[in-house]
Nanobody, 126 residues
Framework: QVQLVESGGGLVQAGDSLRLSCAAS????????MGWFRRAPGKEREFVAS????????YYTDSVKGRFTISRDNAKNMVYLQMNSLNIEDTAVYYC???????????????????WGQGTQVTVSS
């Protein structure tokens, strides 16, 4: 069982930055690929970014490339999402997810991920 707890959400203005954090349980955290997803009001949950267990490889959805950065600290069992140049369309509940072994490669499908956090709200105002 893996527990994931997100934090760092809030209300910001367009153009601002925000960093989300996700604390994960488990002694083998370095073996998990991790991802961030989001659900905007009235929409289905969508992929945002993912990172391999080592942190060497990352994958982003096109709409956040160049603005968001996913990273991890395996010594602290933490994964982060640095979000810059936020716009109104980034308003959503953001979810952290863990992809346990076996690892099939970075991808955007929710089916790859085994555990999910409860989410943290990010609201971007104009």
């Amino acid at each position: 069982q893996v527990q994931l707890v997100e934090s760092g959400g809030g209300l910001v203005q367009a153009g601002d930055s925000l960093r989300l954090s996700c604390a994960a349980s488990g002694r083998t955290f370095r073996n998990y690929a991790m991802g961030w997803f989001r659900r905007a009001p009235g929409k289905e949950r969508e992929f945002v970014a993912s990172i391999t267990g080592s942190g060497d490889n990352t994958y982003y959805t096109d709409s956040v490339k160049g603005r968001f950065t996913i990273s991890r600290d395996n010594a602290k069992n933490m994964v982060y999402l640095q979000m810059n140049s936020l716009n109104i369309e980034d308003t959503a509940v953001y979810y952290c997810a863990a992809d346990l072994p076996p690892f099939y490669g970075l991808g955007s499908s929710e089916r790859l991920f085994d555990y999910w956090g409860q989410g943290t709200q990010v609201t971007v105002s104009s």
